[in-house]
C-alpha cells in the first residue's frame, strides 16, 4: 500500500498527515500508557478545540504516557479505508487505535454521538463494553474507551459503548487515572474489571456497567443499583481548585491547514455567573474560578512568541464579567499592537458592554458584533433571568455604531417555556428598535459632519429552545417539531423590514439533540442501529437525515416524545441524577418555579444564590470572601 | 557553492537530482540593499517542500510560513494596511501532491540580517520536510523564470521487467508528439495540446527497482505553465492508470527552476 498515492485521492489530505508543528513524539519504549484522544468529528472542528489542546498538554508532560490525536476521517477517506482495509490510526505515531492502552472521546455535541460509534468501527474495536470485557477476557488486547466533555453530564445514551466516563475537569484527572493504570500494570494487579472499580472509587469517574437502571412501565426510570458498594451513588465531577497555578498548555500543536479555530485561545476563567436558566454551561463549569491578570498576561506572551498566531481570543463564557478584564486588556494591549496582534472578545454582554471596551477591541476588523438577547420581551427574559433589558441592548448597540460598526447580529431563542406570540413580535420589535437606534445615530453623525456610515443591517437568529440537563429549564417540554416550524414561519411572516434579515435553524435537528440530551439508556439500541444504518456526521447538514431518524426510533421502539415533547416530573428519577455537577436539585427546581412566577435570580457578583457548587471547593471564586473584599476595594 | 546536507539528504531519499548549487554563501546584507523609500530588504528564500508537506496547499503554506517568521523572532516586515500581514511572492505553483526540491518565494524584511541568520532562526521554526536551503537578495525576477524540472516516479503492474524499457520508449515517443489533453484553463476546461509545453523528456525504465522514471522539462512561465500532472494522465493511454494504491502509484518531484533559456539556474 503506498500511503502518499491514497492521499493523493482524498480531498483535504493535511487532515490525515499529522507532523505538525508542537506536536509530542515519544519514545515507545519508555511510554507505559498510551492514550489517543479521538474527537468524532473533523480535523478542522477538532484540531480548534480548546480543550483536546490542554489535555493533550496536560497527559503529555507526564513520564510514562504518550498522549496521540484522532479525528474522524471524511467520508471520501472512510470508503478508501474500507476499500483497502486500512484501521483507524492516530495521527503522531500512525498506530493503529487497537495498539493503545486507553482510547479517549471528547463529547461536546450530541449529533457527534454516531461518529463515536463510526471512529470505533473503523478502528475496529468492538463497540460495546460488554464485548470489548469479553474479547480482553479470552486474552485480546482490548483499549479501554473513555469519554469525557459536557455531554457527559448526560452520559446515559452513551453507556452501552464506554467504560468509562470522566466527569468534569479532566487536567488532574486523566493524569491520575493513566498513574493508576501504570501502577495496576506494573504490579501485576491489572484485570480490566479491577481498573475500572479501582477507577470508579478516585471519585469523578462514572463506570456504566456498575449501575443497573430499571424502569417502570412507563418507561419513567424506577431504580439505579450499583454493584459495588464502595462507589459512589452519585459521581461528583472534578474541578481545577486553583486555576492559576493549574496546568496551562504554553505551547501548542500548529495545523497546517485550516482550520475553524487558529488563534491564541486564552482561557481566562471558568464557570459563569449569570444564571440564565436555560443554559447548561453556566451551571455545569461552576463554581467560577478565575485566573489572574498576571498569569493570563505571560501565558498569552508565551503562546505568541510559540505560535506566532495573530490573533489572541480571550475566552469564556462571558468575558465581560471578567472582574479584572481593564487591567487584563491594558496589560495585553502593552505589546499586541506592535507585534500586530489583534484581540477577540467573544461572548460579550449587552449589558456590560462599554464605549471603554469597544475602544479597546477597536481594532477587531469584523464590522459586525454580535449580542444575545435570547428572548424577545422584558417578561420572557426575566424567565429565563437573561438580566438585560432592551434600554442595554439599545445602549451596546449605539456604542457600537458610534464607533463605525453597521452590522448587529442577535441571537435569540424561541420555544422558552411560557412563551407567547407576544415574545415572537417582541423579537422583531427588538431589531427594529435596533434599525432605528442606527438611524438616530446616524443623523447626530450627520450634524456632528462625520462620513456616512450607509445602510445597516440587523442579522436576527434563532435557535430552538432544547431543555438540557443541569439546568432550571431539564424538566420542562420541549416544543413539538410542528410548533417549533410554526412559530420559524410566523416570524418569517411578521419580519417585512429588508434591514433585517431573518436566519433560523433547522427545527429537526433541535429535535434529534433534544432526544439525546436528556436520553436514557434505552437510546443505546437506537445509536447501535443508526451505526448499523451507516449513519455518520449527523452534525453535517448534508448527511443530517431526520426521517432516518425517527425510522431508527420507531425500528428499535423508542418514542423520541418521551425526551421531548412529554416534559420530565419534578419527582421523577432523571437519567443523569447519577452525576453530580456541584449545582443542586433543589436550586435548580427553586429557579424553574422563579421563572413560572417570573422572577429573577441575581448573578454571583450580587448575591449568593447558593446553588450549591461552592461546596467542590476552588479558589478565586466569586463564592470566595476574599475576592469578594477585593472587588469592594476596587 | 556549497549545496546544504539536509537538501542532499532529501534529493537522495527521493531517488532525484539535488537542483544546482546556489550562491548561498552570499555577502552579508548591507543597509545599502534596503530600499530607501520603503526602509524594507528584499530576500529571496530558497526551500524544500517533500514527504508529508507536499499535501499541504499553496495557501496554507503561506499562513503557516508567516507564523513561522513571526515565531523566529526574524525582523520581518508587515504590510501597513488595515489588516497588517507579512507578504510572501511565490515563484511557481505548486499543486498539492507535487514535492519539491527547488521553491523560491520573496519576502521583505525590515533591518539587515545575513543569510546565515535567516537559515538558522526560520529553520528550526520549520518540520524536517520543509526547510530553507538559500537565503539572498533576489538577483533575477519571478518573471525570467521559464522552465521547471520535474523527476517522476512511476510504479505500475503493467510495468515489468519484460515491458518496461518498451513502455519507457511509448511514453518519451507520445511526450514529443502533439498530445491532446483536456486542460483546465481559466474560460473552462478545453482540449488543448499540450506537447508545446514540454520542451524535453527523458523516460527509462530502472531495472532494480522496475519503476518508470521520467525526467521532464516543462514550461513554467506565467503564460504558459504545465502541471506534471498532465504527463501521469497522458500516460493514462498507455495503459497506466493510477486508480488503485495498493498496486500502482507515482510520486512527482520538482528538481529545478530554470531560466527561460532553459538552462540557467534560476535565484
Known amino acids: 500500500m503506498n500511503i502518499d498515492q491514497l492521499l493523493k485521492s482524498v480531498s483535504k489530505p493535511g487532515r490525515y498527515t499529522g507532523g505538525e508543528i508542537g506536536q509530542i513524539i515519544k519514545d515507545k519504549?519508555?511510554?507505559?500508557?498510551r492514550w489517543a484522544f479521538c474527537f468524532p468529528d473533523t480535523y478542522e472542528i477538532g484540531m480548534s478545540n480548546l480543550g483536546i489542546r490542554l489535555l493533550y498538554g496536560a497527559l503529555n508532560r507526564e513520564d510514562g504516557i504518550w498522549c496521540e490525536r484522532c479525528f474522524a476521517p471524511w467520508t471520501d477517506m472512510e470508503e478508501q479505508m474500507r476499500r483497502y482495509d486500512i484501521p483507524l490510526w492516530a495521527l503522531e505515531s500512525g498506530d493503529p487505535l487497537t495498539a493503545f492502552d486507553v482510547v479517549a472521546f471528547t463529547l461536546g455535541y450530541e449529533l457527534s454521538y454516531s461518529n463515536v460509534l463510526y471512529m470505533l468501527d473503523l478502528a475496529r474495536i468492538p463497540l460495546t463494553h460488554e464485548e470489548r470485557a469479553a474479547r480482553e477476557a479470552a486474552g485480546e488486547r482490548m483499549p479501554i474507551i473513555i469519554g469525557g466533555g459536557c455531554c457527559t453530564y448526560n452520559p446515559e445514551p452513551l453507556t452501552d459503548f464506554f467504560d468509562l466516563f470522566s466527569i468534569g475537569e479532566g487536567e488532574e484527572a486523566l493524569p491520575q487515572l493513566s498513574r493508576l493504570y501504570m501502577e495496576m500494570k506494573e504490579n501485576g494487579t491489572y484485570t480490566r474489571e479491577d481498573f475500572l472499580h479501582e477507577a470508579a472509587k478516585l471519585g469523578g469517574f462514572y463506570v456504566p456497567s456498575f449501575y443497573t437502571v430499571t424502569y417502570h412501565d412507563d418507561g419513567t426510570i424506577s431504580a439505579v443499583t450499583k454493584k459495588y458498594d464502595d462507589i459512589p451513588d452519585r459521581v461528583t465531577k472534578c474541578i481545577i481548585k486553583n486555576f492559576d497555578t493549574s496546568y496551562f498548555p504554553e505551547s501548542t500543536f500548529m495545523p497546517f491547514i485550516d482550520t475553524v479555530q487558529d488563534r491564541v485561545m486564552l482561557e481566562v476563567y471558568r464557570g459563569c455567573p449569570r444564571g440564565c436558566r436555560f443554559c447548561q454551561a453556566g451551571m455545569v463549569y461552576r463554581p467560577i474560578r478565575e485566573k489572574s491578570p498576571d498569569v493570563l498576561a505571560r501565558q498569552a506572551k508565551c503562546l505568541y512568541e510559540n505560535t506566532g498566531y495573530e490573533e489572541i481570543s480571550l475566552s469564556s463564557l462571558s468575558i465581560s464579567d471578567y472582574t479584572r478584564l481593564t487591567e487584563l486588556t491594558e496589560e495585553l494591549l502593552s505589546w499586541t499592537d506592535d507585534a500586530r496582534v489583534n484581540l477577540a472578545l467573544p461572548s460579550l454582554r449587552a449589558d456590560t458592554f462599554t464605549k471603554e471596551l469597544m475602544e479597546r477591541i477597536s481594532s477587531v476588523r469584523t464590522s459586525t458584533l454580535t449580542f444575545a438577547p435570547e428572548a424577545g420581551t422584558q417578561r420572557l427574559r426575566d424567565v429565563i433571568n437573561k438580566n438585560v433589558t432592551e434600554e442595554e441592548i439599545l445602549r451596546a448597540c449605539n456604542v457600537a455604531f458610534a464607533a463605525g460598526k453597521n452590522q448587529v447580529k442577535l441571537y435569540f431563542m424561541i420555544g422558552h417555556p411560557t412563551e407567547t406570540r407576544e415574545d415572537l413580535d417582541g423579537i422583531y420589535d427588538l431589531s427594529e428598535h435596533v434599525v432605528h437606534e442606527f438611524y438616530v445615530n446616524k443623523r447626530?453623525?450627520?450634524?456632528?459632519?462625520?462620513?456616512?456610515?450607509?445602510?445597516?443591517q440587523v442579522t436576527l437568529s434563532t435557535a430552538a429552545f432544547v431543555p438540557k440537563p443541569f439546568t432550571a429549564f431539564q424538566w420542562e417540554k420541549q416544543d413539538a417539531l410542528d410548533v417549533t416550524m410554526e412559530k420559524q414561519q410566523y416570524l418569517r411572516g411578521i419580519i417585512t423590514d429588508r434591514k433585517v434579515k431573518f436566519n433560523y435553524h433547522d427545527a429537526k435537528v433541535g429535535r434529534i439533540e433534544g432526544v439525546f440530551a436528556r436520553g436514557d439508556r434505552k437510546l443505546c439500541r437506537a445509536l447501535l442501529e443508526a451505526h448499523r444504518r451507516g449513519v455518520r456526521f449527523d452534525a453535517w447538514e448534508e448527511f443530517f437525515s431526520y426521517e432516518t431518524w425517527m425510522e431508527i426510533f420507531s425500528a428499535v421502539g423508542v418514542d423520541p416524545d418521551f425526551y421531548t415533547t412529554r416534559g420530565f416530573g419534578e419527582d421523577e428519577i432523571l437519567p443523569w441524577d447519577v452525576i453530580d455537577c456541584g449545582v443542586t436539585k433543589e436550586f435548580l427546581l427553586r429557579e424553574k418555579h422563579k421563572a413560572y412566577e417570573t422572577k429573577t435570580t441575581k448573578n454571583c457578583m450580587e448575591a449568593c444564590s447558593a446553588c450549591g457548587a461552592d461546596r467542590l471547593g476552588g479558589e478565586q471564586t466569586w463564592c470566595n470572601r476574599e475576592l469578594c473584599k477585593y472587588r469592594q476595594k476596587n | 557553492m556549497v549545496q546544504p546536507r539536509t537538501l542532499q539528504?532529501?534529493?537522495?531519499?527521493?531517488?532525484?537530482?539535488?537542483?544546482?548549487?546556489?550562491?548561498t554563501v552570499a555577502p552579508d546584507f548591507l543597509m545599502d540593499d534596503i530600499h530607501p523609500q520603503s526602509r524594507t530588504l528584499t530576500v529571496r528564500l530558497?526551500?524544500?517542500?517533500?514527504?508529508?508537506?507536499?499535501?499541504?496547499?499553496?495557501?496554507?503554506?503561506?499562513?503557516?510560513?508567516?507564523?513561522?517568521?513571526?515565531?523566529?523572532?526574524?525582523?520581518?516586515?508587515?504590510?501597513?494596511?488595515?489588516?497588517?500581514?507579512?507578504?510572501?511572492?511565490?515563484?511557481?505553483?505548486?499543486?498539492?501532491?507535487?514535492?519539491?526540491?527547488?521553491?523560491?518565494?520573496?519576502?521583505?524584511?525590515?533591518?539587515?540580517?545575513?543569510?546565515?541568520?535567516?537559515?538558522?532562526?526560520?529553520?528550526?521554526?520549520?518540520?524536517?520536510?520543509?526547510?530553507?536551503?538559500?537565503?539572498?537578495?533576489?538577483?533575477?525576477?519571478m518573471t525570467d523564470i521559464g522552465f521547471a524540472r520535474y523527476e517522476m516516479h512511476l510504479h505500475h503492474p503493467a510495468v515489468t521487467k519484460e515491458t518496461g524499457a518498451a513502455v519507457a520508449a511509448e511514453l518519451d515517443a507520445m511526450y514529443s508528439a502533439p498530445l491532446i489533453l483536456s486542460k483546465r484553463s481559466k474560460s473552462g476546461d478545453k482540449d488543448t495540446d499540450i506537447s508545446p509545453f514540454i520542451r524535453k523528456t527523458e523516460t527509462v525504465f530502472d531495472r532494480e527497482t522496475g519503476n518508470l522514471h521520467i525526467r521532464a522539462t516543462l514550461c513554467a512561465d506565467n503564460a504558459n505553465f504545465l502541471n506534471p500532472e498532465y504527463l501521469i494522465r497522458a500516460a493514462a493511454e498507455k495503459g497506466l492508470v493510477f486508480d488503485d494504491p495498493m498496486t500502482a502509484w507515482y510520486d512527482i518531484m520538482r528538481t529545478e527552476i530554470l531560466c527561460a533559456d532553459g538552462t540557467t539556474p534560476f535565484c
Request: charged share 20%.
Open chain 1, 444 to 456: 447626530q453623525d450627520k450634524q456632528l459632519g462625520k462620513p456616512n456610515k450607509g445602510g445597516v
Open chain 2, 9 to 23: 539528504i532529501q534529493a537522495e531519499k527521493l531517488n532525484c537530482a539535488a537542483p544546482a548549487p546556489r550562491d
Open chain 2, 46 to 141: 530558497g526551500f524544500y517542500k517533500v514527504g508529508r508537506m507536499q499535501f499541504i496547499s499553496h495557501l496554507d503554506l503561506q499562513r503557516f510560513m508567516k507564523r513561522a517568521f513571526v515565531r523566529s523572532g526574524l525582523p520581518i516586515w508587515f504590510s501597513e494596511g488595515f489588516n497588517p500581514h507579512p507578504k510572501m511572492v511565490f515563484s511557481t505553483p505548486l499543486s498539492i501532491g507535487i514535492q519539491s526540491l527547488c521553491e523560491f518565494a520573496d519576502t521583505k524584511m525590515t533591518s539587515p540580517v545575513t543569510p546565515a541568520q535567516i537559515l538558522d532562526a526560520l529553520n528550526p521554526c520549520m518540520p524536517d520536510e520543509l526547510q530553507l536551503f538559500y537565503a539572498a537578495p533576489p538577483k533575477m525576477k
Open chain 1, 29 to 33: 519504549a519508555d511510554v507505559r500508557c
